[in-house]
C-alpha cells in the first residue's frame, strides 16, 4: 500500500470515528450531575424519559435524512466536498449543543448529525473508489473499526470528565466539546486529498482520473497497470449509464424484490436486538442492576465498550470457519444474545424484588445476581459482535446487502436500506428511556423475544452469502423462499470458483466478474466524448 492512498483512507476513516463517538458520548452525558438542572429536566421519571428520548433520537432522525441527502450533493460536486460538507454540519452541530442553553437548542445540535448521517454514507463509498480492489475489505474493515473505537473511547472521556473534573457543566461540555477534534481533523485533512477516482470519471476527467490514479498507486501514468485500472473504472461508468434507464424495472423483478426484503429486513433485525438501547443508556442499565455511585456505571460501560472492541479482534477470523460464515454466525450469536437478555431479566426482576424489601434511603448492595448480571451485558456483546454487529469487521447489514444486491441497482437498494436502518435506529433511541423507566426488567424480556425472532427468520429465510458470486445466488432467490427446502442455500463450506484458485476475492471483484472483460476502447470512447 503507498503512502499517498494510506494517508487517504487513514484521513477519511476519521468519519467512522467521529460516528462512534458522537452515538456513544451522550450515554455519559445524561447522566452527569448538572445535565438534568441545567435543561430542567427534573421531576417525573416518565417526563425525564421522554426528554432524554427526544435528545438522543434526534441526532438518529438527522442521520437518517442526512444518509439519504449527502447524495445530492456529493454527486454533482464530488465524494471530496460531500464528506467535508458533512464534517462542517457536524462541526456546527457539536457547537450547538456545547452552549444550548435550553432542551430545544440542544435536540437542534443533535439533529445537525446529518453530518454524521452524511459520513456514514459517502465515506465508505469515497474508500472504496480510492483503495486498490486488494485492499478495499481491510479498508473497509478500518472505518467499522474506528466506529467501534469511538464508542468506545467516548465511554472513557465520558468517565474521565465525571471522574476528574469538579461538578460544574463542563463536566458534559467537554465531552460534547471533544467531538469537534476528529470532525476538524476530517475536514482540514479532506482539504489536502485526491477526489474520488469513479467520480472523476463520471464527470469525463480523464486526464485528472490518471493523473490522481499514478499518484496514488506511485506508478508513472502510461504504466500497464495503471492504463488497465483506468480503463477498468471507465467501463464500469460506460456500462452503468448504459443500463441506468432499465433500473427501476430491474428492481422489482421478483428475486430482486426478494433480496430487498432481506436486506431491509437484516437491517430493522439489527437495530431491535438491543444492542443500541445499551450504546445510549449503558449507565442507566448498570444502575438498574444496582451498578451505582458516583462514577461507578460510568466504569461499568467503559468496561463495555472495552469487551466490544477486544471481541471484534477476537472472532475476526472466526466468519472464515467452515461452520460459521454469515448464516450460522447469525444464528450462534443471537442465541447467545437471547439466552443472555432472559437470564438478565430474570436476575433483574429479583435485583427489584430485594431493592422493594429494604427501607426508604437504604442504598442495596450489588450482590451475586448484579455481578452476573453485568456480566450477562458483557456477554451479550460478544453474541452481538460475532453476529448482527460485525462480520469481518463490518455491519452486517453492510455486508449481507453488498453481496445479494446486483450491482446496477445496489445504490437504489442501499438507499433505501439504510434510510430504513436509521428510522429504525430513531425509534429505538426514543423508547429505550421510556421502557427502562415503566418496564424495568420487562426491557430485556422484550430485547431478548425480539432477538429470538431474529433467529427463527435467520433460519427460515437468510441464505449463505460468503463465496458466492451473485451468479451463484440468482438460482437461492428464484427458488424457494424458505431456504431450508434449498439445500445449497444453506451450506457454508462452499466450493467456489475464488478458492479453487486460492484466493477470496471482496465484492468488488464479483461486480468485476459480472462485467466480464474490459472493453479496452472504452477509454478512448469516454475522452470522444468528453
Not at 432524554?52 to 437518517?64: D, R
Not at 448492595?365 to 452476573?372: E, N, R
Amino acid at each position: 500500500m503507498k503512502t499517498l492512498t494510506i494517508l487517504t483512507v487513514t484521513t477519511a476513516c476519521m468519519g467512522g470515528l467521529l460516528m462512534g463517538y458522537d452515538v456513544g458520548v451522550i450515554s455519559g452525558v445524561l447522566v452527569m450531575p448538572t445535565f438534568a438542572p441545567h435543561f430542567g429536566m427534573e421531576g417525573d421519571a416518565n417526563y425525564q424519559a421522554q426528554v432524554k428520548g427526544n435528545i438522543v433520537s434526534m441526532l438518529q432522525a438527522g442521520c437518517c435524512i442526512g444518509g439519504l441527502l449527502i447524495n445530492l450533493f456529493a454527486d454533482p460536486f464530488g465524494r471530496k466536498a460531500g464528506i467535508m460538507l458533512a464534517a462542517v454540519v457536524f462541526i456546527i452541530g457539536s457547537i450547538v449543543q456545547v452552549v444550548a442553553p435550553n432542551v430545544g437548542a440542544m435536540m437542534a445540535g443533535r439533529f445537525v448529525g446529518v453530518g454524521v448521517g452524511g459520513c456514514s454514507n459517502i465515506v465508505p463509498v469515497y474508500i472504496a473508489e480510492i483503495a486498490p480492489k486488494e485492499w478495499r475489505g481491510r479498508m473497509a474493515n478500518l472505518y467499522q473499526f474506528m466506529v467501534v473505537l469511538g464508542i468506545m473511547v467516548s465511554y472513557w472521556v465520558d468517565y474521565a470528565c465525571l471522574k476528574h473534573m469538579p461538578v460544574s457543566d463542563k463536566q458534559w461540555m467537554t465531552p460534547l466539546g471533544l467531538q469537534i477534534v476528529p470532525g476538524g481533523i476530517l475536514l482540514l485533512g479532506m482539504g489536502f486529498l485526491p477526489e474520488s477516482l469513479r467520480w472523476l470519471a463520471s464527470r469525463d476527467r480523464v486526464d485528472q482520473l490518471t493523473t490522481t490514479l499514478s499518484r496514488l498507486r506511485v506508478l508513472p501514468e502510461n504504466d500497464k497497470l495503471i492504463v488497465d485500472e483506468v480503463t477498468a473504472i471507465i467501463s464500469s461508468i460506460e456500462e452503468e449509464r448504459a443500463s441506468k434507464s432499465s433500473k427501476w424495472a430491474e428492481l422489482f423483478q421478483r428475486s430482486n424484490i426478494r433480496r430487498l426484503i432481506i436486506g431491509v429486513m437484516v437491517g430493522v433485525c439489527q437495530q431491535w436486538t438491543g444492542t443500541n438501547a445499551i450504546n445510549y443508556y449503558a449507565p442507566e442499565m448498570f444502575r438498574q442492576i444496582g451498578i451505582t455511585g458516583e462514577t461507578v456505571d460510568i466504569l461499568a460501560t467503559g468496561i463495555y465498550g472495552v469487551v466490544k472492541v477486544v471481541f471484534v479482534f477476537v472472532f475476526f477470523f472466526m466468519v472464515d470457519h467452515k461452520f460459521f460464515g454469515r448464516r450460522n454466525s447469525l444464528i450462534t450469536g443471537s442465541i447467545i444474545m437471547f439466552v443472555s437478555f432472559y437470564i438478565l431479566g430474570g436476575l433483574l426482576k429479583h435485583i427489584e424484588i430485594e431493592q422493594d424489601a429494604l427501607p426508604p434511603g437504604v442504598e442495596p448492595p450489588v450482590g451475586a445476581k448484579g455481578y452476573i448480571a453485568m456480566v450477562m451485558l458483557f456477554i451479550f456483546a460478544v453474541g452481538y459482535e460475532i453476529s448482527w454487529g460485525k462480520i469481518e469487521q463490518r455491519p452486517l447489514v453492510f455486508v449481507i446487502c453488498a453481496e445479494i444486491y446486483p450491482t446496477r441497482i445496489r445504490a437504489i437498494c442501499m438507499s433505501i436500506t439504510i434510510a430504513i436502518f436509521w428510522a429504525m435506529n430513531t425509534v429505538i433511541a426514543k423508547v429505550t428511556p421510556l421502557m427502562i423507566t415503566n418496564l424495568t426488567y420487562g426491557t430485556y424480556f422484550f430485547f431478548g423475544s425480539t432477538v429470538f425472532a431474529m433467529t427463527v427468520f435467520t433460519w427460515l429465510f437468510i441464505p449463505e452469502t460468503r463465496g458466492r458470486s451473485l451468479e451463484d445466488m440468482e438460482p437461492i432467490f428464484t427458488g424457494p423462499v424458505i431456504v431450508l427446502k434449498n439445500k445449497e442455500a444453506t451450506q457454508t463450506n462452499l466450493n467456489t470458483k475464488e478458492k479453487e484458485a486460492g484466493s477470496t476475492h471482496s465484492s468488488s471483484d464479483h461486480e468485476a466478474a459480472e462485467r466480464g472483460e474490459v472493453n479496452k476502447e472504452a477509454v478512448v470512447t469516454h475522452q470522444e466524448r468528453a
